[in-house]
């Protein structure tokens, strides 16, 4: 079974890692108890000094603590955009890749265009081995249809009713008193309710399953839901690749990359998105 690490540490001298914390200790420490204020100053604190020390073993074990307050504070439930942004930079930094990739996707189901987090979440995406599905670093799609996350799916449903009446209305207009410019104008709400259509149909289609990140390195992926069962890859996955959970069964679950590729992984080697 070979050791993803040796391949995370060559990649990350090939890509010189601009990576730092999102410095929110002021906006953060007004949210939280005193305790846990002390903790992310702490955090800072030792993140810094990691940055500073020249003896590596040193450098990995202070980034690891970082990454481990930071998280203790996330466990007490403060859940920010800059704080799993923290996480996973201070777990990129002590290459930890799929803590990194994990913590900088769960800032951005909180805020999808929180800068530093698709930042360092790119970066982390060039570590892993060139072989390993990833997403695109921008979906068209998805960028298209953010807006919907801002309403929810019956308030979409009624505006696309009201559409598409409008658009009935206009075409009936222009039908019978032969208005060419009512005709055209009322292509503007059919296509509204179209857009509306398609993002309703996009949501139902992507909540088909959870989503996860492999957190477990060197997991082994397989045709089906046993051990025995062959490999579904030459090599075995690294932590880092970002998956879609389509069923559990028992210690199993079966997955979808991002390359559309279906595989069973042990359960006990992902972690979800959501923390629910």
Not at 32 to 49: G, R
Not at 78 to 98: D, F, H, M, R
Request: overall charge positive; hydrophobic content about 40%.
């Amino acid at each position: 079974m070979t050791n993803n690490l040796p391949q995370i540490k060559k990649r990350m001298n090939q890509h010189f890692l601009l990576v730092t914390l999102c410095f929110f200790s002021v906006n953060l420490t007004s949210i939280v108890a005193e305790p846990l204020q002390e903790k992310v100053q702490q955090a800072i604190e030792i993140y810094a000094e990691a940055q500073s020390s020249t003896d590596r073993e040193e450098r990995m074990e202070k980034f690891r603590q970082a990454q481990r307050l930071f998280s203790y504070v996330s466990d007490k439930g403060v859940n920010t955009p800059a704080l799993y942004t923290n996480i996973g930079t201070s777990a990129l930094q002590a290459e930890n890749l799929g803590n990194a990739v994990l913590s900088f996707r769960r800032a951005l189901l909180l805020d999808p265009d929180y800068p530093k987090a698709l930042k360092n979440l790119k970066q982390a995406r060039k570590l892993l081995p060139n072989w390993v599905p990833k997403p695109s670093d921008e979906n068209i799609l998805d960028s298209f249809f953010t807006w919907n996350k801002s309403i929810s799916t019956s308030e979409r449903t009624g505006l696309a009713a009201i559409f598409f009446f409008v658009s009935s209305i206009g075409f009936s207009i222009s039908i019978y008193w032969r208005i060419g410019a009512v005709r055209n104008l009322s292509f503007l709400p059919l296509f509204i309710w179209i857009v509306l259509i398609t993002s309703y149909v996009i949501e139902i289609n992507s909540s088909d399953g959870k989503e996860a990140v492999v957190t477990v390195n060197d997991t082994i992926a397989r045709v089906s839901d046993s051990i025995n069962s062959p490999q579904s890859f030459s090599q075995p996955l690294p932590a880092g690749i970002e998956v879609v959970v389509l069923e559990e069964r028992g210690d199993w679950a079966r997955v979808i990359l991002s390359n559309r590729r279906e595989a069973w992984l042990s359960i006990r080697s992902l972690t979800f998105l959501s923390k629910s």
